[in-house]
Nanobody
Framework: QVHLVESGGGLVQAGDSLRLSCAAS????????MGWFRQAPGKDREFVAA????????YYGDSVRGRFTISRDNAKNTVFLEMNGLKPEDTAVYYC?????????????????WGQGTQVTVSS
């Protein structure tokens, strides 16, 4: 069982940066691949980024590649999402998720555990 808690969301202006954190409970955090997804009102949940258990394999959604960076600190049971060059279309609730899967990390159905989400709002 993994319990995930996101933090770091807020209201920012276009072009600003934010760093989201996701703290995980449990002693087996290092064995999970981790992902970030987001969901805007009236839209489907969208894949943002994922990172393998070792931190070596990184994956990004097309809309954030080059602007967002995912990383993890297994010693602190935490995964991060550094978001730069934020745009109004990045406005959404951002969710952290954990999976034992090693492949297809861009698909939300493969994730076993989800956090409650943190709101990110980008004004123009």
């Amino acid at each position: 069982q993994v319990h995930l808690v996101e933090s770091g969301g807020g209201l920012v202006q276009a072009g600003d940066s934010l760093r989201l954190s996701c703290a995980a409970s449990g002693r087996t955090f290092g064995s999970y691949s981790m992902g970030w997804f987001r969901q805007a009102p009236g839209k489907d949940r969208e894949f943002v980024a994922a990172i393998g258990w070792s931190g070596e394999n990184l994956y990004y959604g097309d809309s954030v590649r080059g602007r967002f960076t995912i990383s993890r600190d297994n010693a602190k049971n935490t995964v991060f999402l550094e978001m730069n060059g934020l745009k109004p279309e990045d406005t959404a609730v951002y969710y952290c998720a954990a999976t034992t899967a090693r492949l297809r990390l861009g698909q939300s159905r493969h994730y076993n555990y989800w956090g409650q989400g943190t709101q990110v709002t980008v004004s123009s």
